[in-house]
């Protein structure tokens, strides 16, 4: 018997209508739905009518759920990988699950989709030519300013994610380690309320 596949199917950032035809096929033929967080996907499977069985996969139960996500590949399940908006793997636990197949060679499928981070770098007017995406800097003030003391003399532009209750502080800590440098914020990306602000990281 040979293995299964996974399927990395990236899933709306906000409005339901961005998902490819091709990623609404891959996860009605598969056989399992690997979620982050299986009520949200529900959302998303019953607007497109889609019923499949759904497995929790998230940063807490990772580990475990990673041998238990192999041991249905290797029984030939084909499986689909989904975050709750984006693109699994980027700032997500999807990036141990896809090691783990390619150290025991499974096959992996990556669809293309919607991610974040390339709508709001494209939405801020800044260099697209050299970027460097940063995710989510470390949550303790003293880590995050080391992190932005590092980052400081980066000439290319800086992706940065950020949770709204955290985004004050960490302008603060960028104004005081980077100066009053020029910025773009982008938040709500693709739903009713999307906003992208620019301009200097006081005025932020």
Known sequence: MSDGILYICPT????????????????????LIAAEDTRHTLKLLNHYDIKKPLISY???????????????????????LV?????????????????LCIQNEIEIVALPGATASILALILSGFPTDKFVFEGFLPSKDKDRKNRLEELKNEKR??????APHRLQS???????????????????????????????????
């Open 157 to 162: 532009t800086i992706i940065l994610y950020e």
């Open 170 to 204: 960490l302008l603060r800590d960028m104004l005081e380690v980077f100066g009053n440098r020029n910025i773009s914020i982008s938040r709500e990306l693709t739903k009713i309320h999307e906003e992208t602000f620019r301009g200097t990281i006081s005025e932020a």
């Open 83 to 99: 975050t709750d908006a984006g693109m699994p793997g980027i700032s997500d636990p999807g990036e141990d699950i896809i090691k």
């Open 12 to 31: 709306p950032i906000g409005n339901l209508e961005d998902i490819t035809i091709r990623t609404l096929k891959v996860l009605e033929e598969v056989d």
């Open 58 to 80: 998230h940063e807490h139960n990772k580990k475990v759920k990673g041998e238990l996500l192999l041991e249905k590949l290797r029984e030939g399940i084909k499986i689909a």
